[in-house]
C-alpha cells in the first residue's frame, strides 16, 4: 500500500513540477509579447509623430504657395502665371507624398500585426 501512495506521491510531484514549468513559459511569453507590444507601439508611434510633422510642413508650404500667388496676382508690374507650372508640380509632389505617407501607414500597421500575431483588422490601437 505505502508503495502505491508513493507512486502516486511521485506522480503528483512530477505533474506539478510540470505545470509549474508550464506557467513559467507562458509568464515569459507574456513578458516577450508585452516587451514586443511595446516595442511595436513606439515605433508607430514615432512614425505617426513623423507623419503629422510631414503633414505640418505641406500645410505649411501650401499656405506660402498661396501667399507667393495672391502677391504675384495682386503686383501690377508682375507677370502672373510665369511660375504656375513649377506651382502645380509642387502641389502634386505634395499630394504624392501625403498619398506615400498613407500607404506608410497602412504597412506599418500591418507589419505590426503581423509581428503581434494578428489580422490587419484587428488592430485598434
Not at 508550464?22 to 516577450?32: F, G, Y
Not at 505590426?112 to 483588422?121: D, K, N, Q, S, V
Amino acid at each position: 500500500m505505502r508503495t502505491r501512495r508513493r507512486g502516486r506521491d511521485d506522480d503528483l510531484s512530477s505533474r506539478t513540477l510540470e505545470l509549474e514549468q508550464w506557467a513559467d513559459d507562458v509568464r515569459a511569453r507574456e513578458e516577450a509579447f508585452a516587451q514586443r507590444l511595446l516595442e511595436v507601439r513606439s515605433i508607430l508611434a514615432a512614425a505617426d509623430a513623423r507623419d503629422a510633422a510631414s503633414a505640418a510642413r505641406d500645410a505649411e508650404a501650401e499656405q506660402r504657395e498661396r501667399d507667393v500667388d495672391l502677391a504675384e496676382m495682386l503686383d501690377p508690374g508682375a507677370s502672373y502665371g510665369q511660375h504656375l507650372p513649377e506651382r502645380r508640380q509642387a502641389v502634386l509632389d505634395r499630394e504624392h507624398a501625403e498619398e506615400d505617407r498613407a500607404a506608410s501607414r497602412e504597412d506599418r500597421r500591418a507589419l505590426a500585426g503581423i509581428a503581434l500575431g494578428r489580422h490587419r483588422r484587428d488592430l485598434t490601437w
